[in-house]
DNA sequence: AAAGATTTGTCCGTATGTATG
DNA sequence: ACATACATACGGACAAATCTT
């Protein structure tokens, strides 16, 4: 095992980052599960074909993250970090999913602007192109820490008071109840993986280059009628979504 | 709009490729999809707070890649990429469901071993922790191009030529119906996001730094034995997962 | 159709940062 | 700590292609 590859020379990155880098990835799937630490520097130093303070400045940059753990006369430890995980089933609701594993839940509206539903957005909802929609930005926390920050579109002639709902009651299962939706169903959700904007980077309090989940979701009322289009975006090393296919 | 943030000096990464990554990581959130092009040089220069060479650095980079397309006189246009949906139900195959896209699908044998159950394992296959394990790493291929790739566990007492039947028939499904099992369902999925660590890069045949989709599954017989249980690796810029949730 | 503004392409030179031995 | 080699970043000037007036 411990497959690195080599340091390329002229890819704008250092050779210490591009080590560190490499370090990070191996951690994340797991490659040092079995040990809990990582090789020896002399190890590493001959692995990556570089010199040996190249290696010390990459092991000591993932040290000061917190990711490593150096001990003297024994190695460099790996620290865990555990995921929240994320309920995604037909009646999925923010706050429910993640309240189980007793988190306390919070949604918080960022800001909303009022549009014309261009192509994507009428299909979703069911609407003709250039029908009046509401956009909100939330960001979901649990415990505090922000997890989520979600941008949904809702039909401005349905729900006029979304945002003012929202905004007052912190959660967007009881803005929906004060406008007359009791219950409803997720009725298609579509994940990707990307890396995260500026702005999400700073909604979700991230590290620059900081992976997340996009989960594209369609809500819709208990007759079938299409009530709310959102963009999810998850932090990934905070948040795994688990797909429950067992009663279908 | 155009949210940048400030590059860091000194941080080990170069600002050519910095910038590389903002501007790469801006089109993937849609910040420019109204105008399908990249902001003037020099407006780029400004905002980042860099030479305009530095940011010609950069777009010379995505350009490479084939993310960008200059086009002298009149500016910088973003190429669009095109994700394939790979449908997640109770029902998913691997080459069912990226087939009905009109997709040549194909699943090549890389490797295998045999190994003892560790706890997580014998948890998802209902086994004894020690039972006798067949571990399969295999590669999956959509019109020749590689979008995925699975680490998956079979139970050995119950399919012994689970390497063998894979690696002939180039299909998981066809192995199981070889050994008796002529359906399956998937009973559980957890999704989480990552950059691709060395190996998947190699046989994803991914840019380093990648951000990869990690689906742990397992699936089971239709008496509720469990059969399989694997981690597959997405390439996140080429495919997208749609989850048909379940009516819990 | 012509002129000017905008935007990318190329050349020069200089100073600083990175990795090695 | 030092010397060397090379990549990175900056600054300026001008050419070439495209769009606007």
New binding site residues.
């Given amino acids: 095992m411990s497959q690195f590859s080599t340091?390329a020379?002229?890819?704008?990155?250092?050779?210490?980052?591009?080590i560190a880098d490499q370090i990070s990835r191996s951690i994340s799937s797991g490659e040092f599960d079995d040990t809990g630490m990582v090789p020896p520097e002399m190890v590493l130093a001959e692995k990556?074909?570089?010199?040996?303070?190249?290696v010390r400045?990459a092991i000591a940059s993932l040290a000061e993250e917190g990711l490593l753990k150096r001990v003297q006369g024994r190695g460099t430890l790996i620290e865990k970090r555990e995921r929240l995980i994320f309920p995604i089933t037909r009646r999925t609701r923010f706050s429910e999913g993640l309240g189980k594993q007793g988190a306390e839940m919070s949604t918080r509206l960022i800001s909303y602007e009022e549009l014309e539903a261009t192509q994507d957005i009428a299909d979703a909802l069911a609407l003709p192109p250039g029908a009046r929609i509401l956009r909100l930005r939330t960001v979901g926390s649990a415990d505090g820490q922000p997890v989520s920050t979600a941008t949904s579109h809702f039909d401005k002639a349905r729900f006029p008071r979304m945002a003012e709902l929202v905004g007052r009651h912190h959660s967007v299962t009881k803005a929906f109840a004060a406008q007359g939706v009791d219950d409803y169903v997720r009725v298609s959700t579509e994940v990707t993986g990307r890396t995260a904007a500026v702005e999400e980077e700073a909604y979700l309090k991230l590290s620059p280059g900081s992976v997340v989940l996009v989960a594209l979701s369609v809500n819709a009322d208990l007759e079938g009628r299409r009530i709310q289009y959102s963009r999810s975006v998850f932090a990934a090393d905070k948040i795994s979504l688990k797909l429950d296919t067992a009663s279908v």
């Fill in positions: 340091i020379r002229h890819s704008g990155i250092s050779a210490w980052k591009q990556f074909g570089v010199n040996r303070h190249t400045s």
